[in-house]
């Protein structure tokens, strides 16, 4: 595997891309939906030491998911190259137990919690702030990453440090293709119905920035539907 690459001196102030505030349109051909977890966003890659973990988006490490990232470590492997994995931790089913484990649950010890995949891309271009390889080739890879990681023969294995404990795991997002406002607002009662945040609204041509972008647009209240 080749080493990991060296942070530049001047770099993206944002560790990920965000998402801006959909308004109301839908472009001509659709446009992806994914469900928006409600937890703490969640990034994998290598600290300045060189070792791989779970961060923050403010860079805050998150302890207590060893079982998250033994998989993504074999996830990683089955890439063949150093890679960045973006998605949603979640403990619990909400954003309370998330905070309350990521602040201080973990300290009582074992693992707790699963993280949501939505985004990977090669450490290279996460480094240098952008990824030109469109969202839905990039879904795509990350799907396949994780059914190679499934097909790894270490997948069974005890996580190290996990004392047998692992509640949760790593998931992809699914995701599903809305061509109009009522589309969206149907997929967005659908996911409120069950308790859900709400969901994001991606092009599935554009590339990943690390910095706030409209080519993901979060939907989050009713209220957005008035526009």
Sequence with gaps: MTPFPRFPSSRPRELCQLAGRWRGDVPDGGIAC????????????????????????????????????????????????????????????????????????????????????????????????RCEVPWIERKARLRAIAAAADADPLSWEWAPRSRGDTPGSVEILDDVWLFTADDVRDEANRIWARGGEGIVLKDPEAPYVRERSDSWLKVKSPEQFKL
């Design 34 to 129: 994914e469900e928006k977890r409600d937890g703490w966003r969640a990034l994998w890659f290598p600290g300045i030491d060189g070792k791989p973990r779970l961060w923050t988006r403010g860079g805050q490490a998150i302890e207590g998911v060893n079982h998250l990232e033994h998989r993504l470590s074999l996830m990683a492997r089955a890439a063949g190259v150093p890679f960045m994995f973006d998605g949603e931790f979640q403990v619990g089913g909400t954003l309370e137990a998330t905070k309350q484990w990521c602040e201080r649950g973990w300290k009582s010890g074992g693992n707790a919690g699963t993280l949501y995949l939505f985004d990977a891309m090669p450490l290279v271009d996460w480094v240098r702030g």
